[in-house]
């Protein structure tokens, strides 16, 4: 049976709402990220401090760490980055110190240079030290900031570069992000990871664009796998991984090495979505069986690339606590002539100028050649007449 008519197709809209729903109805994938990697990400847990700060007695101010009233007689000289003991100072003591150096135990205030003389010290031959102080004055006292243990970003802050400074400060390596996993698995007796195509072969065009589509939402993304279109090993890396989401490529049609539908029917999973009214990309699917989730995805490249945008995507940033990456907000007025399909969405690839979409051309279904040069898809609901403005789907 050839044609485009699936049982239970939903609107465009629909599916992309069905799929951030679903995600935010999963429970919370959580992953320690190093700081390095964690910028973007949505905190799962809060964060406190593991020291306090300053975590040790500095001074605020390049000067003399002084105690007790003066004239302080000048004992020694401090840099920061000094470590290990450190002599106390006594009262009517000084030493030369820089701004971040540990003070000496025994340190009532800073008195910087600018307020500071330093003449000879006729008592002991060296030197001393006079001056105002306000006592307490120019020391950053250890834990005034934060106290540790102290709660300093709470599960759901979007971590920016100021959390991964203050993370840092707080002696943290890594951070707890809502970061769901995610399995990709290219199928097809025909597809081929390097070299030229022709005569039968085709080279993985969807493997190449899926991990970056993945990241972009939130995701951690797990080694890309590439099958045959061997129904058991297709199986196996469906419902055998630890993954939060198995995103599959291909076999989501209706041929006779289209076995994805059949094996979640015998794993028993439910289905969300099972066809979207769109074009292209309508044979797509997402499914739930326990907390793991499986998108399939259809094998023409560019009708892949419009499904990841309207299933992966909304699923992805709602497990990691995103807003859908894809989304631009207002509308735009399309150049060109566009025709609308009577019954489904269309999405045509357009580049952004200002307010107005034009049409790149080249988006047939087995195509990404318009998707590489585009911004966006525009998003052309059924029916439509012309003229209005639209909304855009924005691309990665
Ligand atoms: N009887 C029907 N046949 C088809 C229907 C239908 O409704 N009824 N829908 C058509 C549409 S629309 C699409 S889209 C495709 C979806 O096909 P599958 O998801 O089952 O994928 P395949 O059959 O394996 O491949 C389709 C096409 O894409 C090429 N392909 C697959 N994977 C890749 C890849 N990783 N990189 C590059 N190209 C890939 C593959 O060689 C085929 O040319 O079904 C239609 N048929
Ligand atoms: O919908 Mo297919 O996904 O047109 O190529």
């Avoid at 243990?149 to 400060?169: K, M, Q």
């Avoid at 022709?198 to 796998?225: F, K, N, T, Y």
């Avoid at 326990?290 to 419009?306: I, K, R, T």
Wanted: with cysteine; proline share 9%; aromatic share 2%.
């Amino acid at each position: 049976m050839h044609g485009c008519e699936h049982e239970g197709d939903v609107s465009w809209d629909q599916a992309r709402r069905r799929a951030r729903e679903l995600g935010e109805t999963l429970p919370v994938p959580v992953r320690d990220l190093p700081l390095e990697r964690a910028a973007g990400g949505v905190l799962a847990r809060d964060v406190h401090a593991l020291v306090g700060l300053p975590a040790f007695d500095a001074s605020a101010m390049d000067g003399y760490a002084v105690a007790g009233p003066g004239p302080w007689r000048l004992v020694g000289r401090h840099l920061a980055g000094g470590v290990g003991p450190c002599q106390a100072l006594a009262p009517g003591e000084a030493v030369e110190i820089a701004t971040g150096a540990r003070v000496p135990k025994g340190t009532e205030s800073v008195l910087p240079y600018e307020r500071a003389r330093v003449e000879p010290d006729p008592e002991s031959g060296g030197a001393r030290v006079t001056g105002e102080v306000e006592r307490g004055r120019h020391v950053r006292w250890s834990g005034e900031e934060t106290a540790p243990g102290e709660t300093v970003l709470t599960s759901g802050h979007r971590v920016g570069p100021a959390s991964l400074g203050i993370a840092a400060s707080l002696g943290h390596e890594t951070l707890p992000l809502r970061t769901p996993t995610v399995t990709i698995v290219v199928t097809g007796d025909e597809i081929t990871r390097s070299g030229l195509p022709g005569d039968g072969r085709v080279r993985d065009a969807i493997g190449p664009i899926l991990p970056g589509v993945a990241s972009w939402a939130g995701a951690h993304v797990e080694p890309l796998r590439h099958l045959g279109d061997d129904r058991a090993e297709l199986a196996e890396a469906m419902t055998g991984g630890g993954a939060d989401v198995v995103v599959v490529c291909g076999s989501s049609s209706k041929g006779p090495a289209d076995h994805v539908r059949s094996i979640l029917a015998e794993a028993g999973a439910d289905t969300v979505v099972d066809g979207v009214r769109c074009r292209p990309g309508h044979p797509q699917l997402l499914a739930r069986s326990g907390d793991q989730v499986v998108v399939g995805l259809p094998g023409n490249p560019g009708a892949a690339m419009v499904a990841a945008l309207t299933l992966f995507t909304p699923l992805v940033s709602a497990l990691a606590g995103r807003q859908d990456p894809a989304r631009v907000e207002g509308r735009f007025t399309v150049d060109g002539e566009v025709g609308a399909h009577p019954r489904d969405t269309r999405l045509v690839a357009v580049c952004v100028e200002e307010d107005r979409a034009v049409p790149v051309g080249h988006d047939r279904p087995g195509s990404l050649r318009g998707a590489a040069l585009a911004d966006a898809y525009a998003v052309i609901p059924p029916g439509w007449q012309g003229g209005g403005p639209v909304e855009l789907v924005r691309l990665p």
